[in-house]
DNA sequence: CTTTGCATTAACAAAATTGTTAAATAAAAT
DNA sequence: ATTTTATTTAACAATTTTGTTAATGCAAAG
C-alpha cells in the first residue's frame, strides 16, 4: 500500500526544498535547517544524503545548470527558418522558457555575480557553445542584410538587448508590483504583453528603413 | 599636522568597506569581521558604531536609497523638451547614473526579491512618485501620437523595457565578460554602445510607421 | 594639570549554524 | 528466521559569526 503513496523519497523531496531555498534566498541566505524543515525530516537527514550545504548546493546547481543552456539553445531559434522569423521564435521560446523556470535568471546571475570563480567551468562551457552559434547567425545576418532584408546588426548585441528583455522583467517582478500593481498584478496577463513587446521591439530594430 | 591627514573618520571608512560587502555579497553573505577588517579597524569598533549588522546594512540602503529615485527621475527626461527628445535624454541620464553607481541595481534588485517585506517603504515611496510622472508622461505621449509624432506606446511598458535594456548589462557583466570576451573586454567601449544601442532600440520603437 | 568624554582594544559571551555519531528502527536479502 | 543493509532519530560537538564589556589610551575643555 505504500508502493503507491510514497512516490517521492526523502532525498527527492530535499533536493526540492533546497532547490526553492537556494533561489529565493542564494548560497548564503539559504539555512540547511530551513530546507529540512521545508521538506518535513530532520536536519541530519539531509547531512546523510548530501553530507554538505555545498555539496546540496552543486546538486542544485547541476540539475539547472542544463536549463540555462537549453535556453541560451532555443534564443538562437531554427536555423532552417529565415532569419527575421528565427529571431522572432527564438525570442518567443526563450521567453517561455524563462516563464517555466521564473527564478532560475536571478538566482544564477546573482550567485556567479557574488562568486564568480565557482562558475568558470559552466562560463566556459557556455561561452563555447554560444560562440560557434554567434558566427553562424551573425553569417545569416550579413547575407539577409546584403538582400537588403534587414538592417546591418551585430548579432551578439542584439543577442544581449534580447536576454535585457526578456529576463528582466522576472528580476523586477517583486519590485515592479508595488510600482505598477494594476499592469503588473494579473502577472499571465503582463508576461503576455511583456512577450509580444519584446518581439516587436527586436524587430523593430533589424527592421530596413 | 594630522588635521589634513586624517578627513576620513573611521566610521566612515567602516560605511564604505559596508557598502562594498553588502553590494557584492548581499545582507546574508556579508561577514561583519570582513567590513572591519576591509575598513582596518578591529570589529568591535563596528559595533561601537553602528551597533548590529542591520543597523550598518540599514545605513547602507539609506545612503543609496535616494540614488533609485534619482535614476528613476533622469529617466523620466526633461518635461520642457518634445517628447522624443524627452525620452532620448532620459535613457542616457538613466544609463550615466548607473554607470556612476554600477553595483547598486543588482544589490536592491537581489535584496527586494529576497526580503521583498523590508523595503515596502521604499517600495511605496517610488511608487507613488513614479505613478505622477507615468500618467502625465502617458498624456504628453498620446498628445504626440495624436499629432501623429509617434507611434501609440504605453509609456509604463517603455519603462519596462528602458529599465531592461540599461540596467541588464551590468547584472550580467560578470557572466558576459566569460562568454562575450572579446566584445566586453573594454569595458568604457562597450558600455558606450551598449548606450547608443539602447536609444535606438526605444527610438525605433516609438517611430511612427 | 586634571578631569571629562570619546575612541580603541582585547578578551569574552551568546547564539546560530553546520556537521557528526552512535543507537534504534525498518526494510531487504539470504 | 536471520543476517545484512539502508533509513531515521536524538543528542552532541565544532565552528562561525555576531555582539558585549571592562579596561586602556588619548585628546580636548576647564
Redesign the pocket.
Known amino acids: 500500500m505504500?508502493q503507491e503513496q510514497e512516490k517521492v523519497s526523502?532525498e527527492q523531496l530535499i533536493l526540492e526544498a533546497a532547490e526553492y531555498e537556494f533561489f529565493t534566498k542564494g548560497f548564503a541566505g539559504?539555512?540547511?535547517?530551513t530546507i529540512a524543515k521545508r521538506a518535513g525530516?530532520?536536519?541530519?537527514?539531509l547531512?546523510?544524503y548530501y553530507?554538505?550545504?555545498?555539496q546540496l548546493f552543486e546538486r542544485v546547481v547541476e540539475k539547472n545548470a542544463a536549463t540555462i543552456g537549453q535556453a541560451m539553445l532555443a534564443a538562437m531559434g531554427n536555423p532552417a527558418k529565415p532569419i527575421i522569423e528565427r529571431l522572432r521564435d527564438g525570442i518567443s521560446a526563450h521567453f517561455d522558457l524563462i516563464v517555466a523556470h521564473p527564478m532560475l535568471p536571478r538566482f544564477f546571475l546573482n550567485e556567479i555575480g557574488a562568486y564568480p570563480e565557482r562558475y568558470n567551468l559552466l562560463t566556459d562551457h557556455l561561452g563555447a557553445t554560444a560562440n560557434k552559434l554567434f558566427t553562424e547567425l551573425q553569417d545569416e545576418a550579413d547575407a539577409a542584410t546584403e538582400r537588403g532584408e534587414i538592417e546591418q546588426v551585430d548579432v551578439r548585441m542584439l543577442f544581449i538587448s534580447m536576454l535585457s528583455l526578456n529576463i528582466f522583467p522576472f528580476i523586477v517582478y517583486p519590485l515592479g508590483q508595488n510600482i505598477m500593481t494594476d499592469m503588473m498584478g494579473d502577472k499571465e496577463h503582463f508576461l503576455e504583453r511583456r512577450k509580444a513587446e519584446n518581439i516587436e521591439l527586436i524587430m523593430r530594430r533589424i527592421k530596413k528603413q
Open positions: 505504500t526523502k539559504a539555512r540547511t535547517t525530516v530532520t536536519h541530519a537527514m547531512h546523510y553530507r554538505t550545504k555545498e
